[in-house]
């Protein structure tokens, strides 16, 4: 069952394009990834497709309702979990949860069961100002209070964005039980490796999917063999495997680097050229392609750098 269609959503802040003809539905129960770095117009389309703001061409339906005309009915279906933090930072935890369950005319004990697994973990602190709580906390109230007149859409922008990693996974593990419960789930992140976790997953560039696809089917798609290459010296070979004719592409990962080749080039032509040019310690593996790799190759050069930034970020 289809829960949200998009269509030819553009969207202009006077001369800045921010969306630029977006169009994509979801399923019941859907995990749907929007990945993409800083001002690819992510917070954009989340409030065009949460009836926040209207787009200036398109159309978006949830659950069947208009979010231009019916946009009472499609706030009744959704919950929205924006990238900065949203709530009330003088209530405490609990009286925040109140506040949320007191405004879409419910009670926190009538949909308790939907928050539980996340609100355990906060409960101990239900009398802490939301504004004294850490990252981690605020973000699992945040969920809790999106969640609690029991929405059929999720829309969550950024959730893990500056929250350590032992929280991120925790608020991952979250949405995957929350997904079980058939919530069809919205989520927007710059991190390429929580991509794998969602059914399918778009690439947000200067407005506009790149790509739509499941992760598997995405990394299948990759176009070249992929080597990871590492020798003791990092920088000088950063330089030199920019300078080599036979490398198509280098991307650093980690101790790494990520190459592929043209046609003519081969690792032992590579091992061979990285000897001559002194480099010792040479380590060359063919290795399989990720979510990463795969929108990198799809990118601009330009743009190529500013992703790793974000990544990296
Ligand atoms: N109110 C506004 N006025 C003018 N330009 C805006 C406004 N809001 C966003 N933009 C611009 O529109 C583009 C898309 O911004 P948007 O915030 O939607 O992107 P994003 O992917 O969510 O990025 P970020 O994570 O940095 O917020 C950017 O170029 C941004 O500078």
Not at 59 to 82: C, E, S, W
Not at 161 to 177: A, F, H, N, Q, Y
């Amino acid at each position: 069952m289809t829960t949200l269609v998009a269509r030819n959503i553009r969207k202009s802040y006077g001369r800045v394009r921010a969306l630029n003809g977006v169009s994509f539905e979801t399923e019941k129960g859907e995990m749907f990834g929007i990945i993409g770095p800083d001002g690819a117009g992510k917070t954009t389309l989340f409030r065009i497709l949460t009836s926040l703001m209207l787009p200036d061409e398109g159309d978006v339906k949830v659950g069947g309702f208009d979010t231009a005309g019916q946009y009472q009915q499609v706030r009744n279906l959704i919950g929205y979990m924006p990238g900065r933090f949203s709530l009330y930072q003088d209530l405490s935890v609990e009286e925040n949860l109140a506040f949320f369950a007191t405004v879409y005319n419910t009670t926190i004990e009538e949909n308790y069961h939907l928050i539980e697994d996340i609100y355990r973990q906060i409960e101990p602190f239900k009398d802490r100002r939301a504004g004294k709580l850490s990252g981690g906390m605020k973000q699992k109230l945040a969920l809790c209070c999106s969640l609690i007149h029991k929405p059929e859409v999720l829309f969550l922008d950024e959730p893990t964005t500056g929250i350590d990693p032992v929280s991120r996974r925790e608020l991952w593990e979250m949405l995957r039980k929350l997904k079980a419960q058939g919530i069809t789930i919205i989520v927007s992140t710059p991190y390429m490796d929580e991509a794998v976790i969602c059914d399918r997953i778009a690439l947000i560039k200067n407005g506009e999917f790149l790509t739509v696809d499941s992760p598997a089917n995405i990394t299948k798609a990759f176009p070249d063999k992929l080597w990871s290459v590492q020798t003791d010296h990092r920088h000088r070979l950063m330089h030199d495997l920019h300078n080599c004719s036979f490398v198509r592409s280098s991307f650093l990962f980690g101790d790494s680097f990520h190459v592929s080749f043209t046609p003519d080039g081969s690792p032992e032509r590579l091992e061979n050229y990285l000897h001559v040019s002194g480099h010792t310690q040479i380590g060359i593996d063919c290795i399989e392609p990720g979510v990463e790799d795969c929108f990198l190759a799809m990118l601009k050069d330009n743009d190529q750098a500013e992703l790793m930034q974000t990544i990296e970020g």
